[in-house]
Nanobody, 126 residues
Framework: QVQLAESGGGLVQPGGSLRLSCAAS????????MGWFRQAPGKEREFVAA????????FHADSVKGRFTISRGNAKDTVFLQMESLTPDDTAVYHC???????????????????WGQGTQVTVSS
């Protein structure tokens, strides 16, 4: 089992920034990956970004490219999501997720992730 602890959400004004953090504990594998998904009220869960640990391959959704950056931390199995130039459309519950068996073709699919954090609310409003 993998347990995920995420933090960093909050209320920010349009144009502001936030950094989300997620730490995974437990056994990891060669194909381990961690990612971020978000879900706004009435919307489907949406892929945001992910990183495959083997080779540090990074993937970002088109909607956040140039504004959001996923990265690995110095601590083992820790990732960050740096969010810049936030807009009200970014308002959502953001979930950290992890996979032990990720493949590139499924990197953006929620069904590929077996482990999920509790979610952290990001609200962008004036």
């Amino acid at each position: 089992q993998v347990q995920l602890a995420e933090s960093g959400g909050g209320l920010v004004q349009p144009g502001g920034s936030l950094r989300l953090s997620c730490a995974a504990s437990g056994r990891t594998s060669t194909n381990f990956a961690m990612g971020w998904f978000r879900q706004a009220p009435g919307k489907e869960r949406e892929f945001v970004a992910a990183i495959r640990f083997n080779g540090n391959r990074i993937f970002h959704a088109d909607s956040v490219k140039g504004r959001f950056t996923i990265s690995r931390g110095n601590a083992k199995d820790t990732v960050f999501l740096q969010m810049e130039s936030l807009t009200p459309d970014d308002t959502a519950v953001y979930h950290c997720a992890a996979s032990q068996t990720i493949i590139q073709s499924s990197i953006a699919s929620p069904q590929a992730y077996a482990y999920w954090g509790q979610g952290t609310q990001v609200t962008v409003s004036s």
